[in-house]
Nanobody, 124 residues
Framework: QVQLVESGGGLVQAGGSLRLSCAAS????????MGWFRQAAGKEREFVAA????????YYAESVKGRFTISRDNAKNTVYLQMNSLKPEDTAVYAC?????????????????WGQGTQVTVSS
């Protein structure tokens, strides 16, 4: 069992930055692929970014490419999402997810464990 806890959300003006963190419990974190997803009010959950177990492979949604960076620190059991040049359309609840298979994926159903999420609000 893996427990995921996100932090770092908040209210920021357009053009600003935030860094989200996702802390994982368990000794096998380093073997898990990790993903970030978001869900805006009234919309379906969408893929944001994913990273392989080693950090060697990273994938991004087109809407965030060049603005967001996913990274991980396996020694700290933590994955990060650095978000720069934020836009009002980035407003959503952001959740991290873990996939034991180790291969990064943009498909929510590929992930076995999910955090509760953290709210990100970008004002115009």
């Amino acid at each position: 069992q893996v427990q995921l806890v996100e932090s770092g959300g908040g209210l920021v003006q357009a053009g600003g930055s935030l860094r989200l963190s996702c802390a994982a419990s368990g000794r096998t974190f380093s073997s898990y692929a990790m993903g970030w997803f978001r869900q805006a009010a009234g919309k379906e959950r969408e893929f944001v970014a994913a990273i392989s177990w080693s950090g060697g492979a990273r994938y991004y949604a087109e809407s965030v490419k060049g603005r967001f960076t996913i990274s991980r620190d396996n020694a700290k059991n933590t994955v990060y999402l650095q978000m720069n040049s934020l836009k009002p359309e980035d407003t959503a609840v952001y959740a991290c997810a873990a996939r034991p298979a180790g291969l990064a994926s943009s498909t929510p159903n590929d992930y076995n464990y999910w955090g509760q999420g953290t709210q990100v609000t970008v004002s115009s």
